[in-house]
């Protein structure tokens, strides 16, 4: 791999550098400034898009960019006594993983910034400026994370990512409901980022070094300890990869809303729809897939963390799949199958589907991008209305919105040509050829292709609801017209969620015996950081060449599918069959009991709740009384017979800053005077 600061690579930084000005500029100036602050970010994004797709095709040509911007220290080189020290930096590492990522970022953000412009300044919102700043920074923070080249200023970035996704969830902070969305969400997230740092911290201890690329990364130390059968602090290599893996995985659970980190995802709802678009599709849910993608090399070496990753997400994609069934308002069924698509990528991820899950991943972000900003148009549209029981007939009234959204839940559901079909089908594909070896997987697979006939039921439950049958509302018989600021991202998504399957059709390339897709080639071919672990070396081998599996692998391939767009069809046509009519009826409240625990989301925050009060609380207030009791009373008594106790010492501490500095000045000329006397200076 060829690594340069020649030619357009030398531009990289900028791509994260722009939306930074862009927050700088909108929050000092945003109020003067035309559209409330929303130009600079509009231009600042394009020039990322712009920038990341000149680095998109730059790589294709078979480079590299990996450079560091900034040392805090220097490794081994900052330690003079021999013991090799870690070396801690800012860098930019574009390869073909962060170049494709960098697009997706940039172009979903760009078109949320458009959309803005007819969604929140066509309304008379109060606070733009404020707005406009805090996506600019979401974006730069999220960018900077991509192309970060080691492991703590992934973490930083991280970090900020979060912050932001607070700010913005939080942003009409004063209802009661929108600051309270935001405090559970960092919470939440910042339990799980606990594990992520004492994974980055126990990473460095152990191997020396927290860099993504070339020989000296965390992954090629790793691998270097485990073939020399080195024992690190007690336990082997191998085992150390384990453990940290799954200290690094707690930050991704949270960020990427994975059970039982989940539940603070669909009270981010609370937040401006366009928010929720760019925090589900590209930036803070899909950070925590993204770093999964980017360590793969570290957790391939771990054949249990990818299991616990593979059932994770296999688990994840079915829970939050049933809940979404029994939801009535529109962006909550889209909340529940970000929790469910997020579980894909993760069984993808684990099972060695490199390739099949970030192929989730791209698609995802466009189709979901797209369904969100369609939510959007549709509120506009019925004056902020979100209960979809209050809604129909809009299919004619608003055919822009109507069929760009439905290209998006024909995405999601999974439905053949259009791009959720062609990711989601090799995701279960790669699952079930590893799970005939392993039971944990087998039962992730299961689970996964059970919640394909759910996704298919509530996506098109949503789009009979919301479109279809006769108006049941005032507002859905007169929706407000919609602008070409909105229609405009719409149409752009609605193509991209059509056509983007197309760069990685593996059914087809085997009919056709094409032995490699363009993905496939782009993320795992001769330029990639991950080489030789995904299917074509991995699958192959295993599966079919050690015969676990009869026949070819074109027919299993076909036959996998098959039965996944079998089970996707039966959803839709169950949805058809019940809430296509001209006046649908609640089905759902017709199972009882099923139906109370899935409206009440599995009881998991009733759970959560009394965990902290009935769990946590009473074990830190007993920590408490042992800090009151045990150690502040053992400090307290040392200093009852302390020589420095007398009341004259404790008048010295007066709060006062200009007394404290006088102190300091007149201790240090003392100390100057005596080391004077005993250095016999005045002699």
Known sequence: ?????????????????????????????????????????????????????????????????????????????????????????????????????????????????????????????????????????????????????????????????????????????????????????????????????????????????????????????????????????????????????????????????????????????????????????????????????????????????????????????????????????????????????????????????????????????????????GAGAVIVLMHHEQNMWKMGGLKDKAPVTYYTFLAGALALAGIVPFSGFWSKDEVLFDALIIGLEQPIILAAYAMGLVAVFFTGFYTFRMVFLTFHGEPRSETAEDPHPVGWAIKVPLIVLGILATVTGLVNMAPVAKLLDIDITFLEFWLDGEYGYVEGLTYHAYHETVAFEEGVIGGSETTTMLLSAGLSLGLALAGAFTAHTLYNVPEPTRHMQKLGGAYSLLRNNYYQDEYQVWLAEGATLPLARAADRFDQTVIDGLVNGTSTVSLFSSNWVKRIQTGIVTNYAALLVGGFIALLLVLGYLGGWFA
């Open 1 to 373: 791999m060829a690594a340069t600061a020649t030619g357009p690579f030398g531009f990289a930084p900028a791509i994260a550098v722009l939306p930074l000005v862009a927050f700088v500029v909108t929050l000092l100036f945003g109020k003067h400034l035309p559209k409330k602050g929303a130009l600079p970010g509009i231009i600042a994004t394009a020039g990322s898009l712009l920038i990341s797709l000149v680095m998109f095709a730059a790589v294709g040509g078979g480079n590299a960019y990996h450079t560091t911007l900034y040392e805090w220290t220097a490794g081994a080189a900052a330690s003079e006594t021999g013991a090799e020290g870690v070396a801690f930096t800012f860098g930019v590492l574009i390869d073909p993983l962060s170049a494709l990522m960098l697009v997706i970022v940039s172009l979903v953000a760009l078109l949320v910034h458009v959309f803005s412009l007819g969604y929140m300044n066509a309304e008379g919102e109060t606070g733009l400026p404020r707005y406009y700043a805090e996506l600019g920074l979401f974006t730069f923070s999220m960018l900077a994370f991509v192309f970060a080249d080691n492991l703590l200023m992934a973490f930083m970035f991280f970090e900020l990512v979060g912050l932001c996704s607070y700010l913005l969830i939080g942003f009409w902070f004063r209802t009661e409901s929108a600051p309270s969305a935001a405090k559970k969400a960092f919470l939440v997230t910042r339990f799980g980022d606990y594990f992520f740092l004492i994974g980055v911290v126990a990473i460095a201890a152990t191997f020396g070094t927290v860099s993504f690329a070339g020989e000296g990364s965390f992954v090629t130390a790793a691998e270097t300890a485990i073939d020399d059968g080195a024992t690190l602090f007690g336990f082997d290599a191998q085992t150390w990869v384990t453990i940290t893996g799954l200290l690094v995985l707690g930050g991704v659970l949270g960020k990427s809303a994975q059970f039982p980190f989940h539940t603070w995802l669909p009270d981010a709802m609370e937040g401006p729809t366009t928010v929720s678009a760019l925090i589900h599709a590209a930036t803070m849910v899909a950070a925590g897939v993204y770093l999964v993608a980017r360590m793969f090399g570290y957790y391939a070496l771990s054949p249990t963390a990818l299991s616990i990753i593979a059932f994770v997400g296999g688990f994840t994609a079915l829970f939050a799949a049933t809940m979404g069934v029994v939801k009535d308002d529109v962006k909550q069924v889209l909340a529940y199958s970000t929790i469910s698509q997020y579980g894909y990528m993760m069984l993808g991820l684990g099972v060695g589907g490199y390739v099949a899950g970030v192929f989730h991943l791209l698609n995802h972000a466009f189709f979901k991008a797209l369904l969100f900003l």
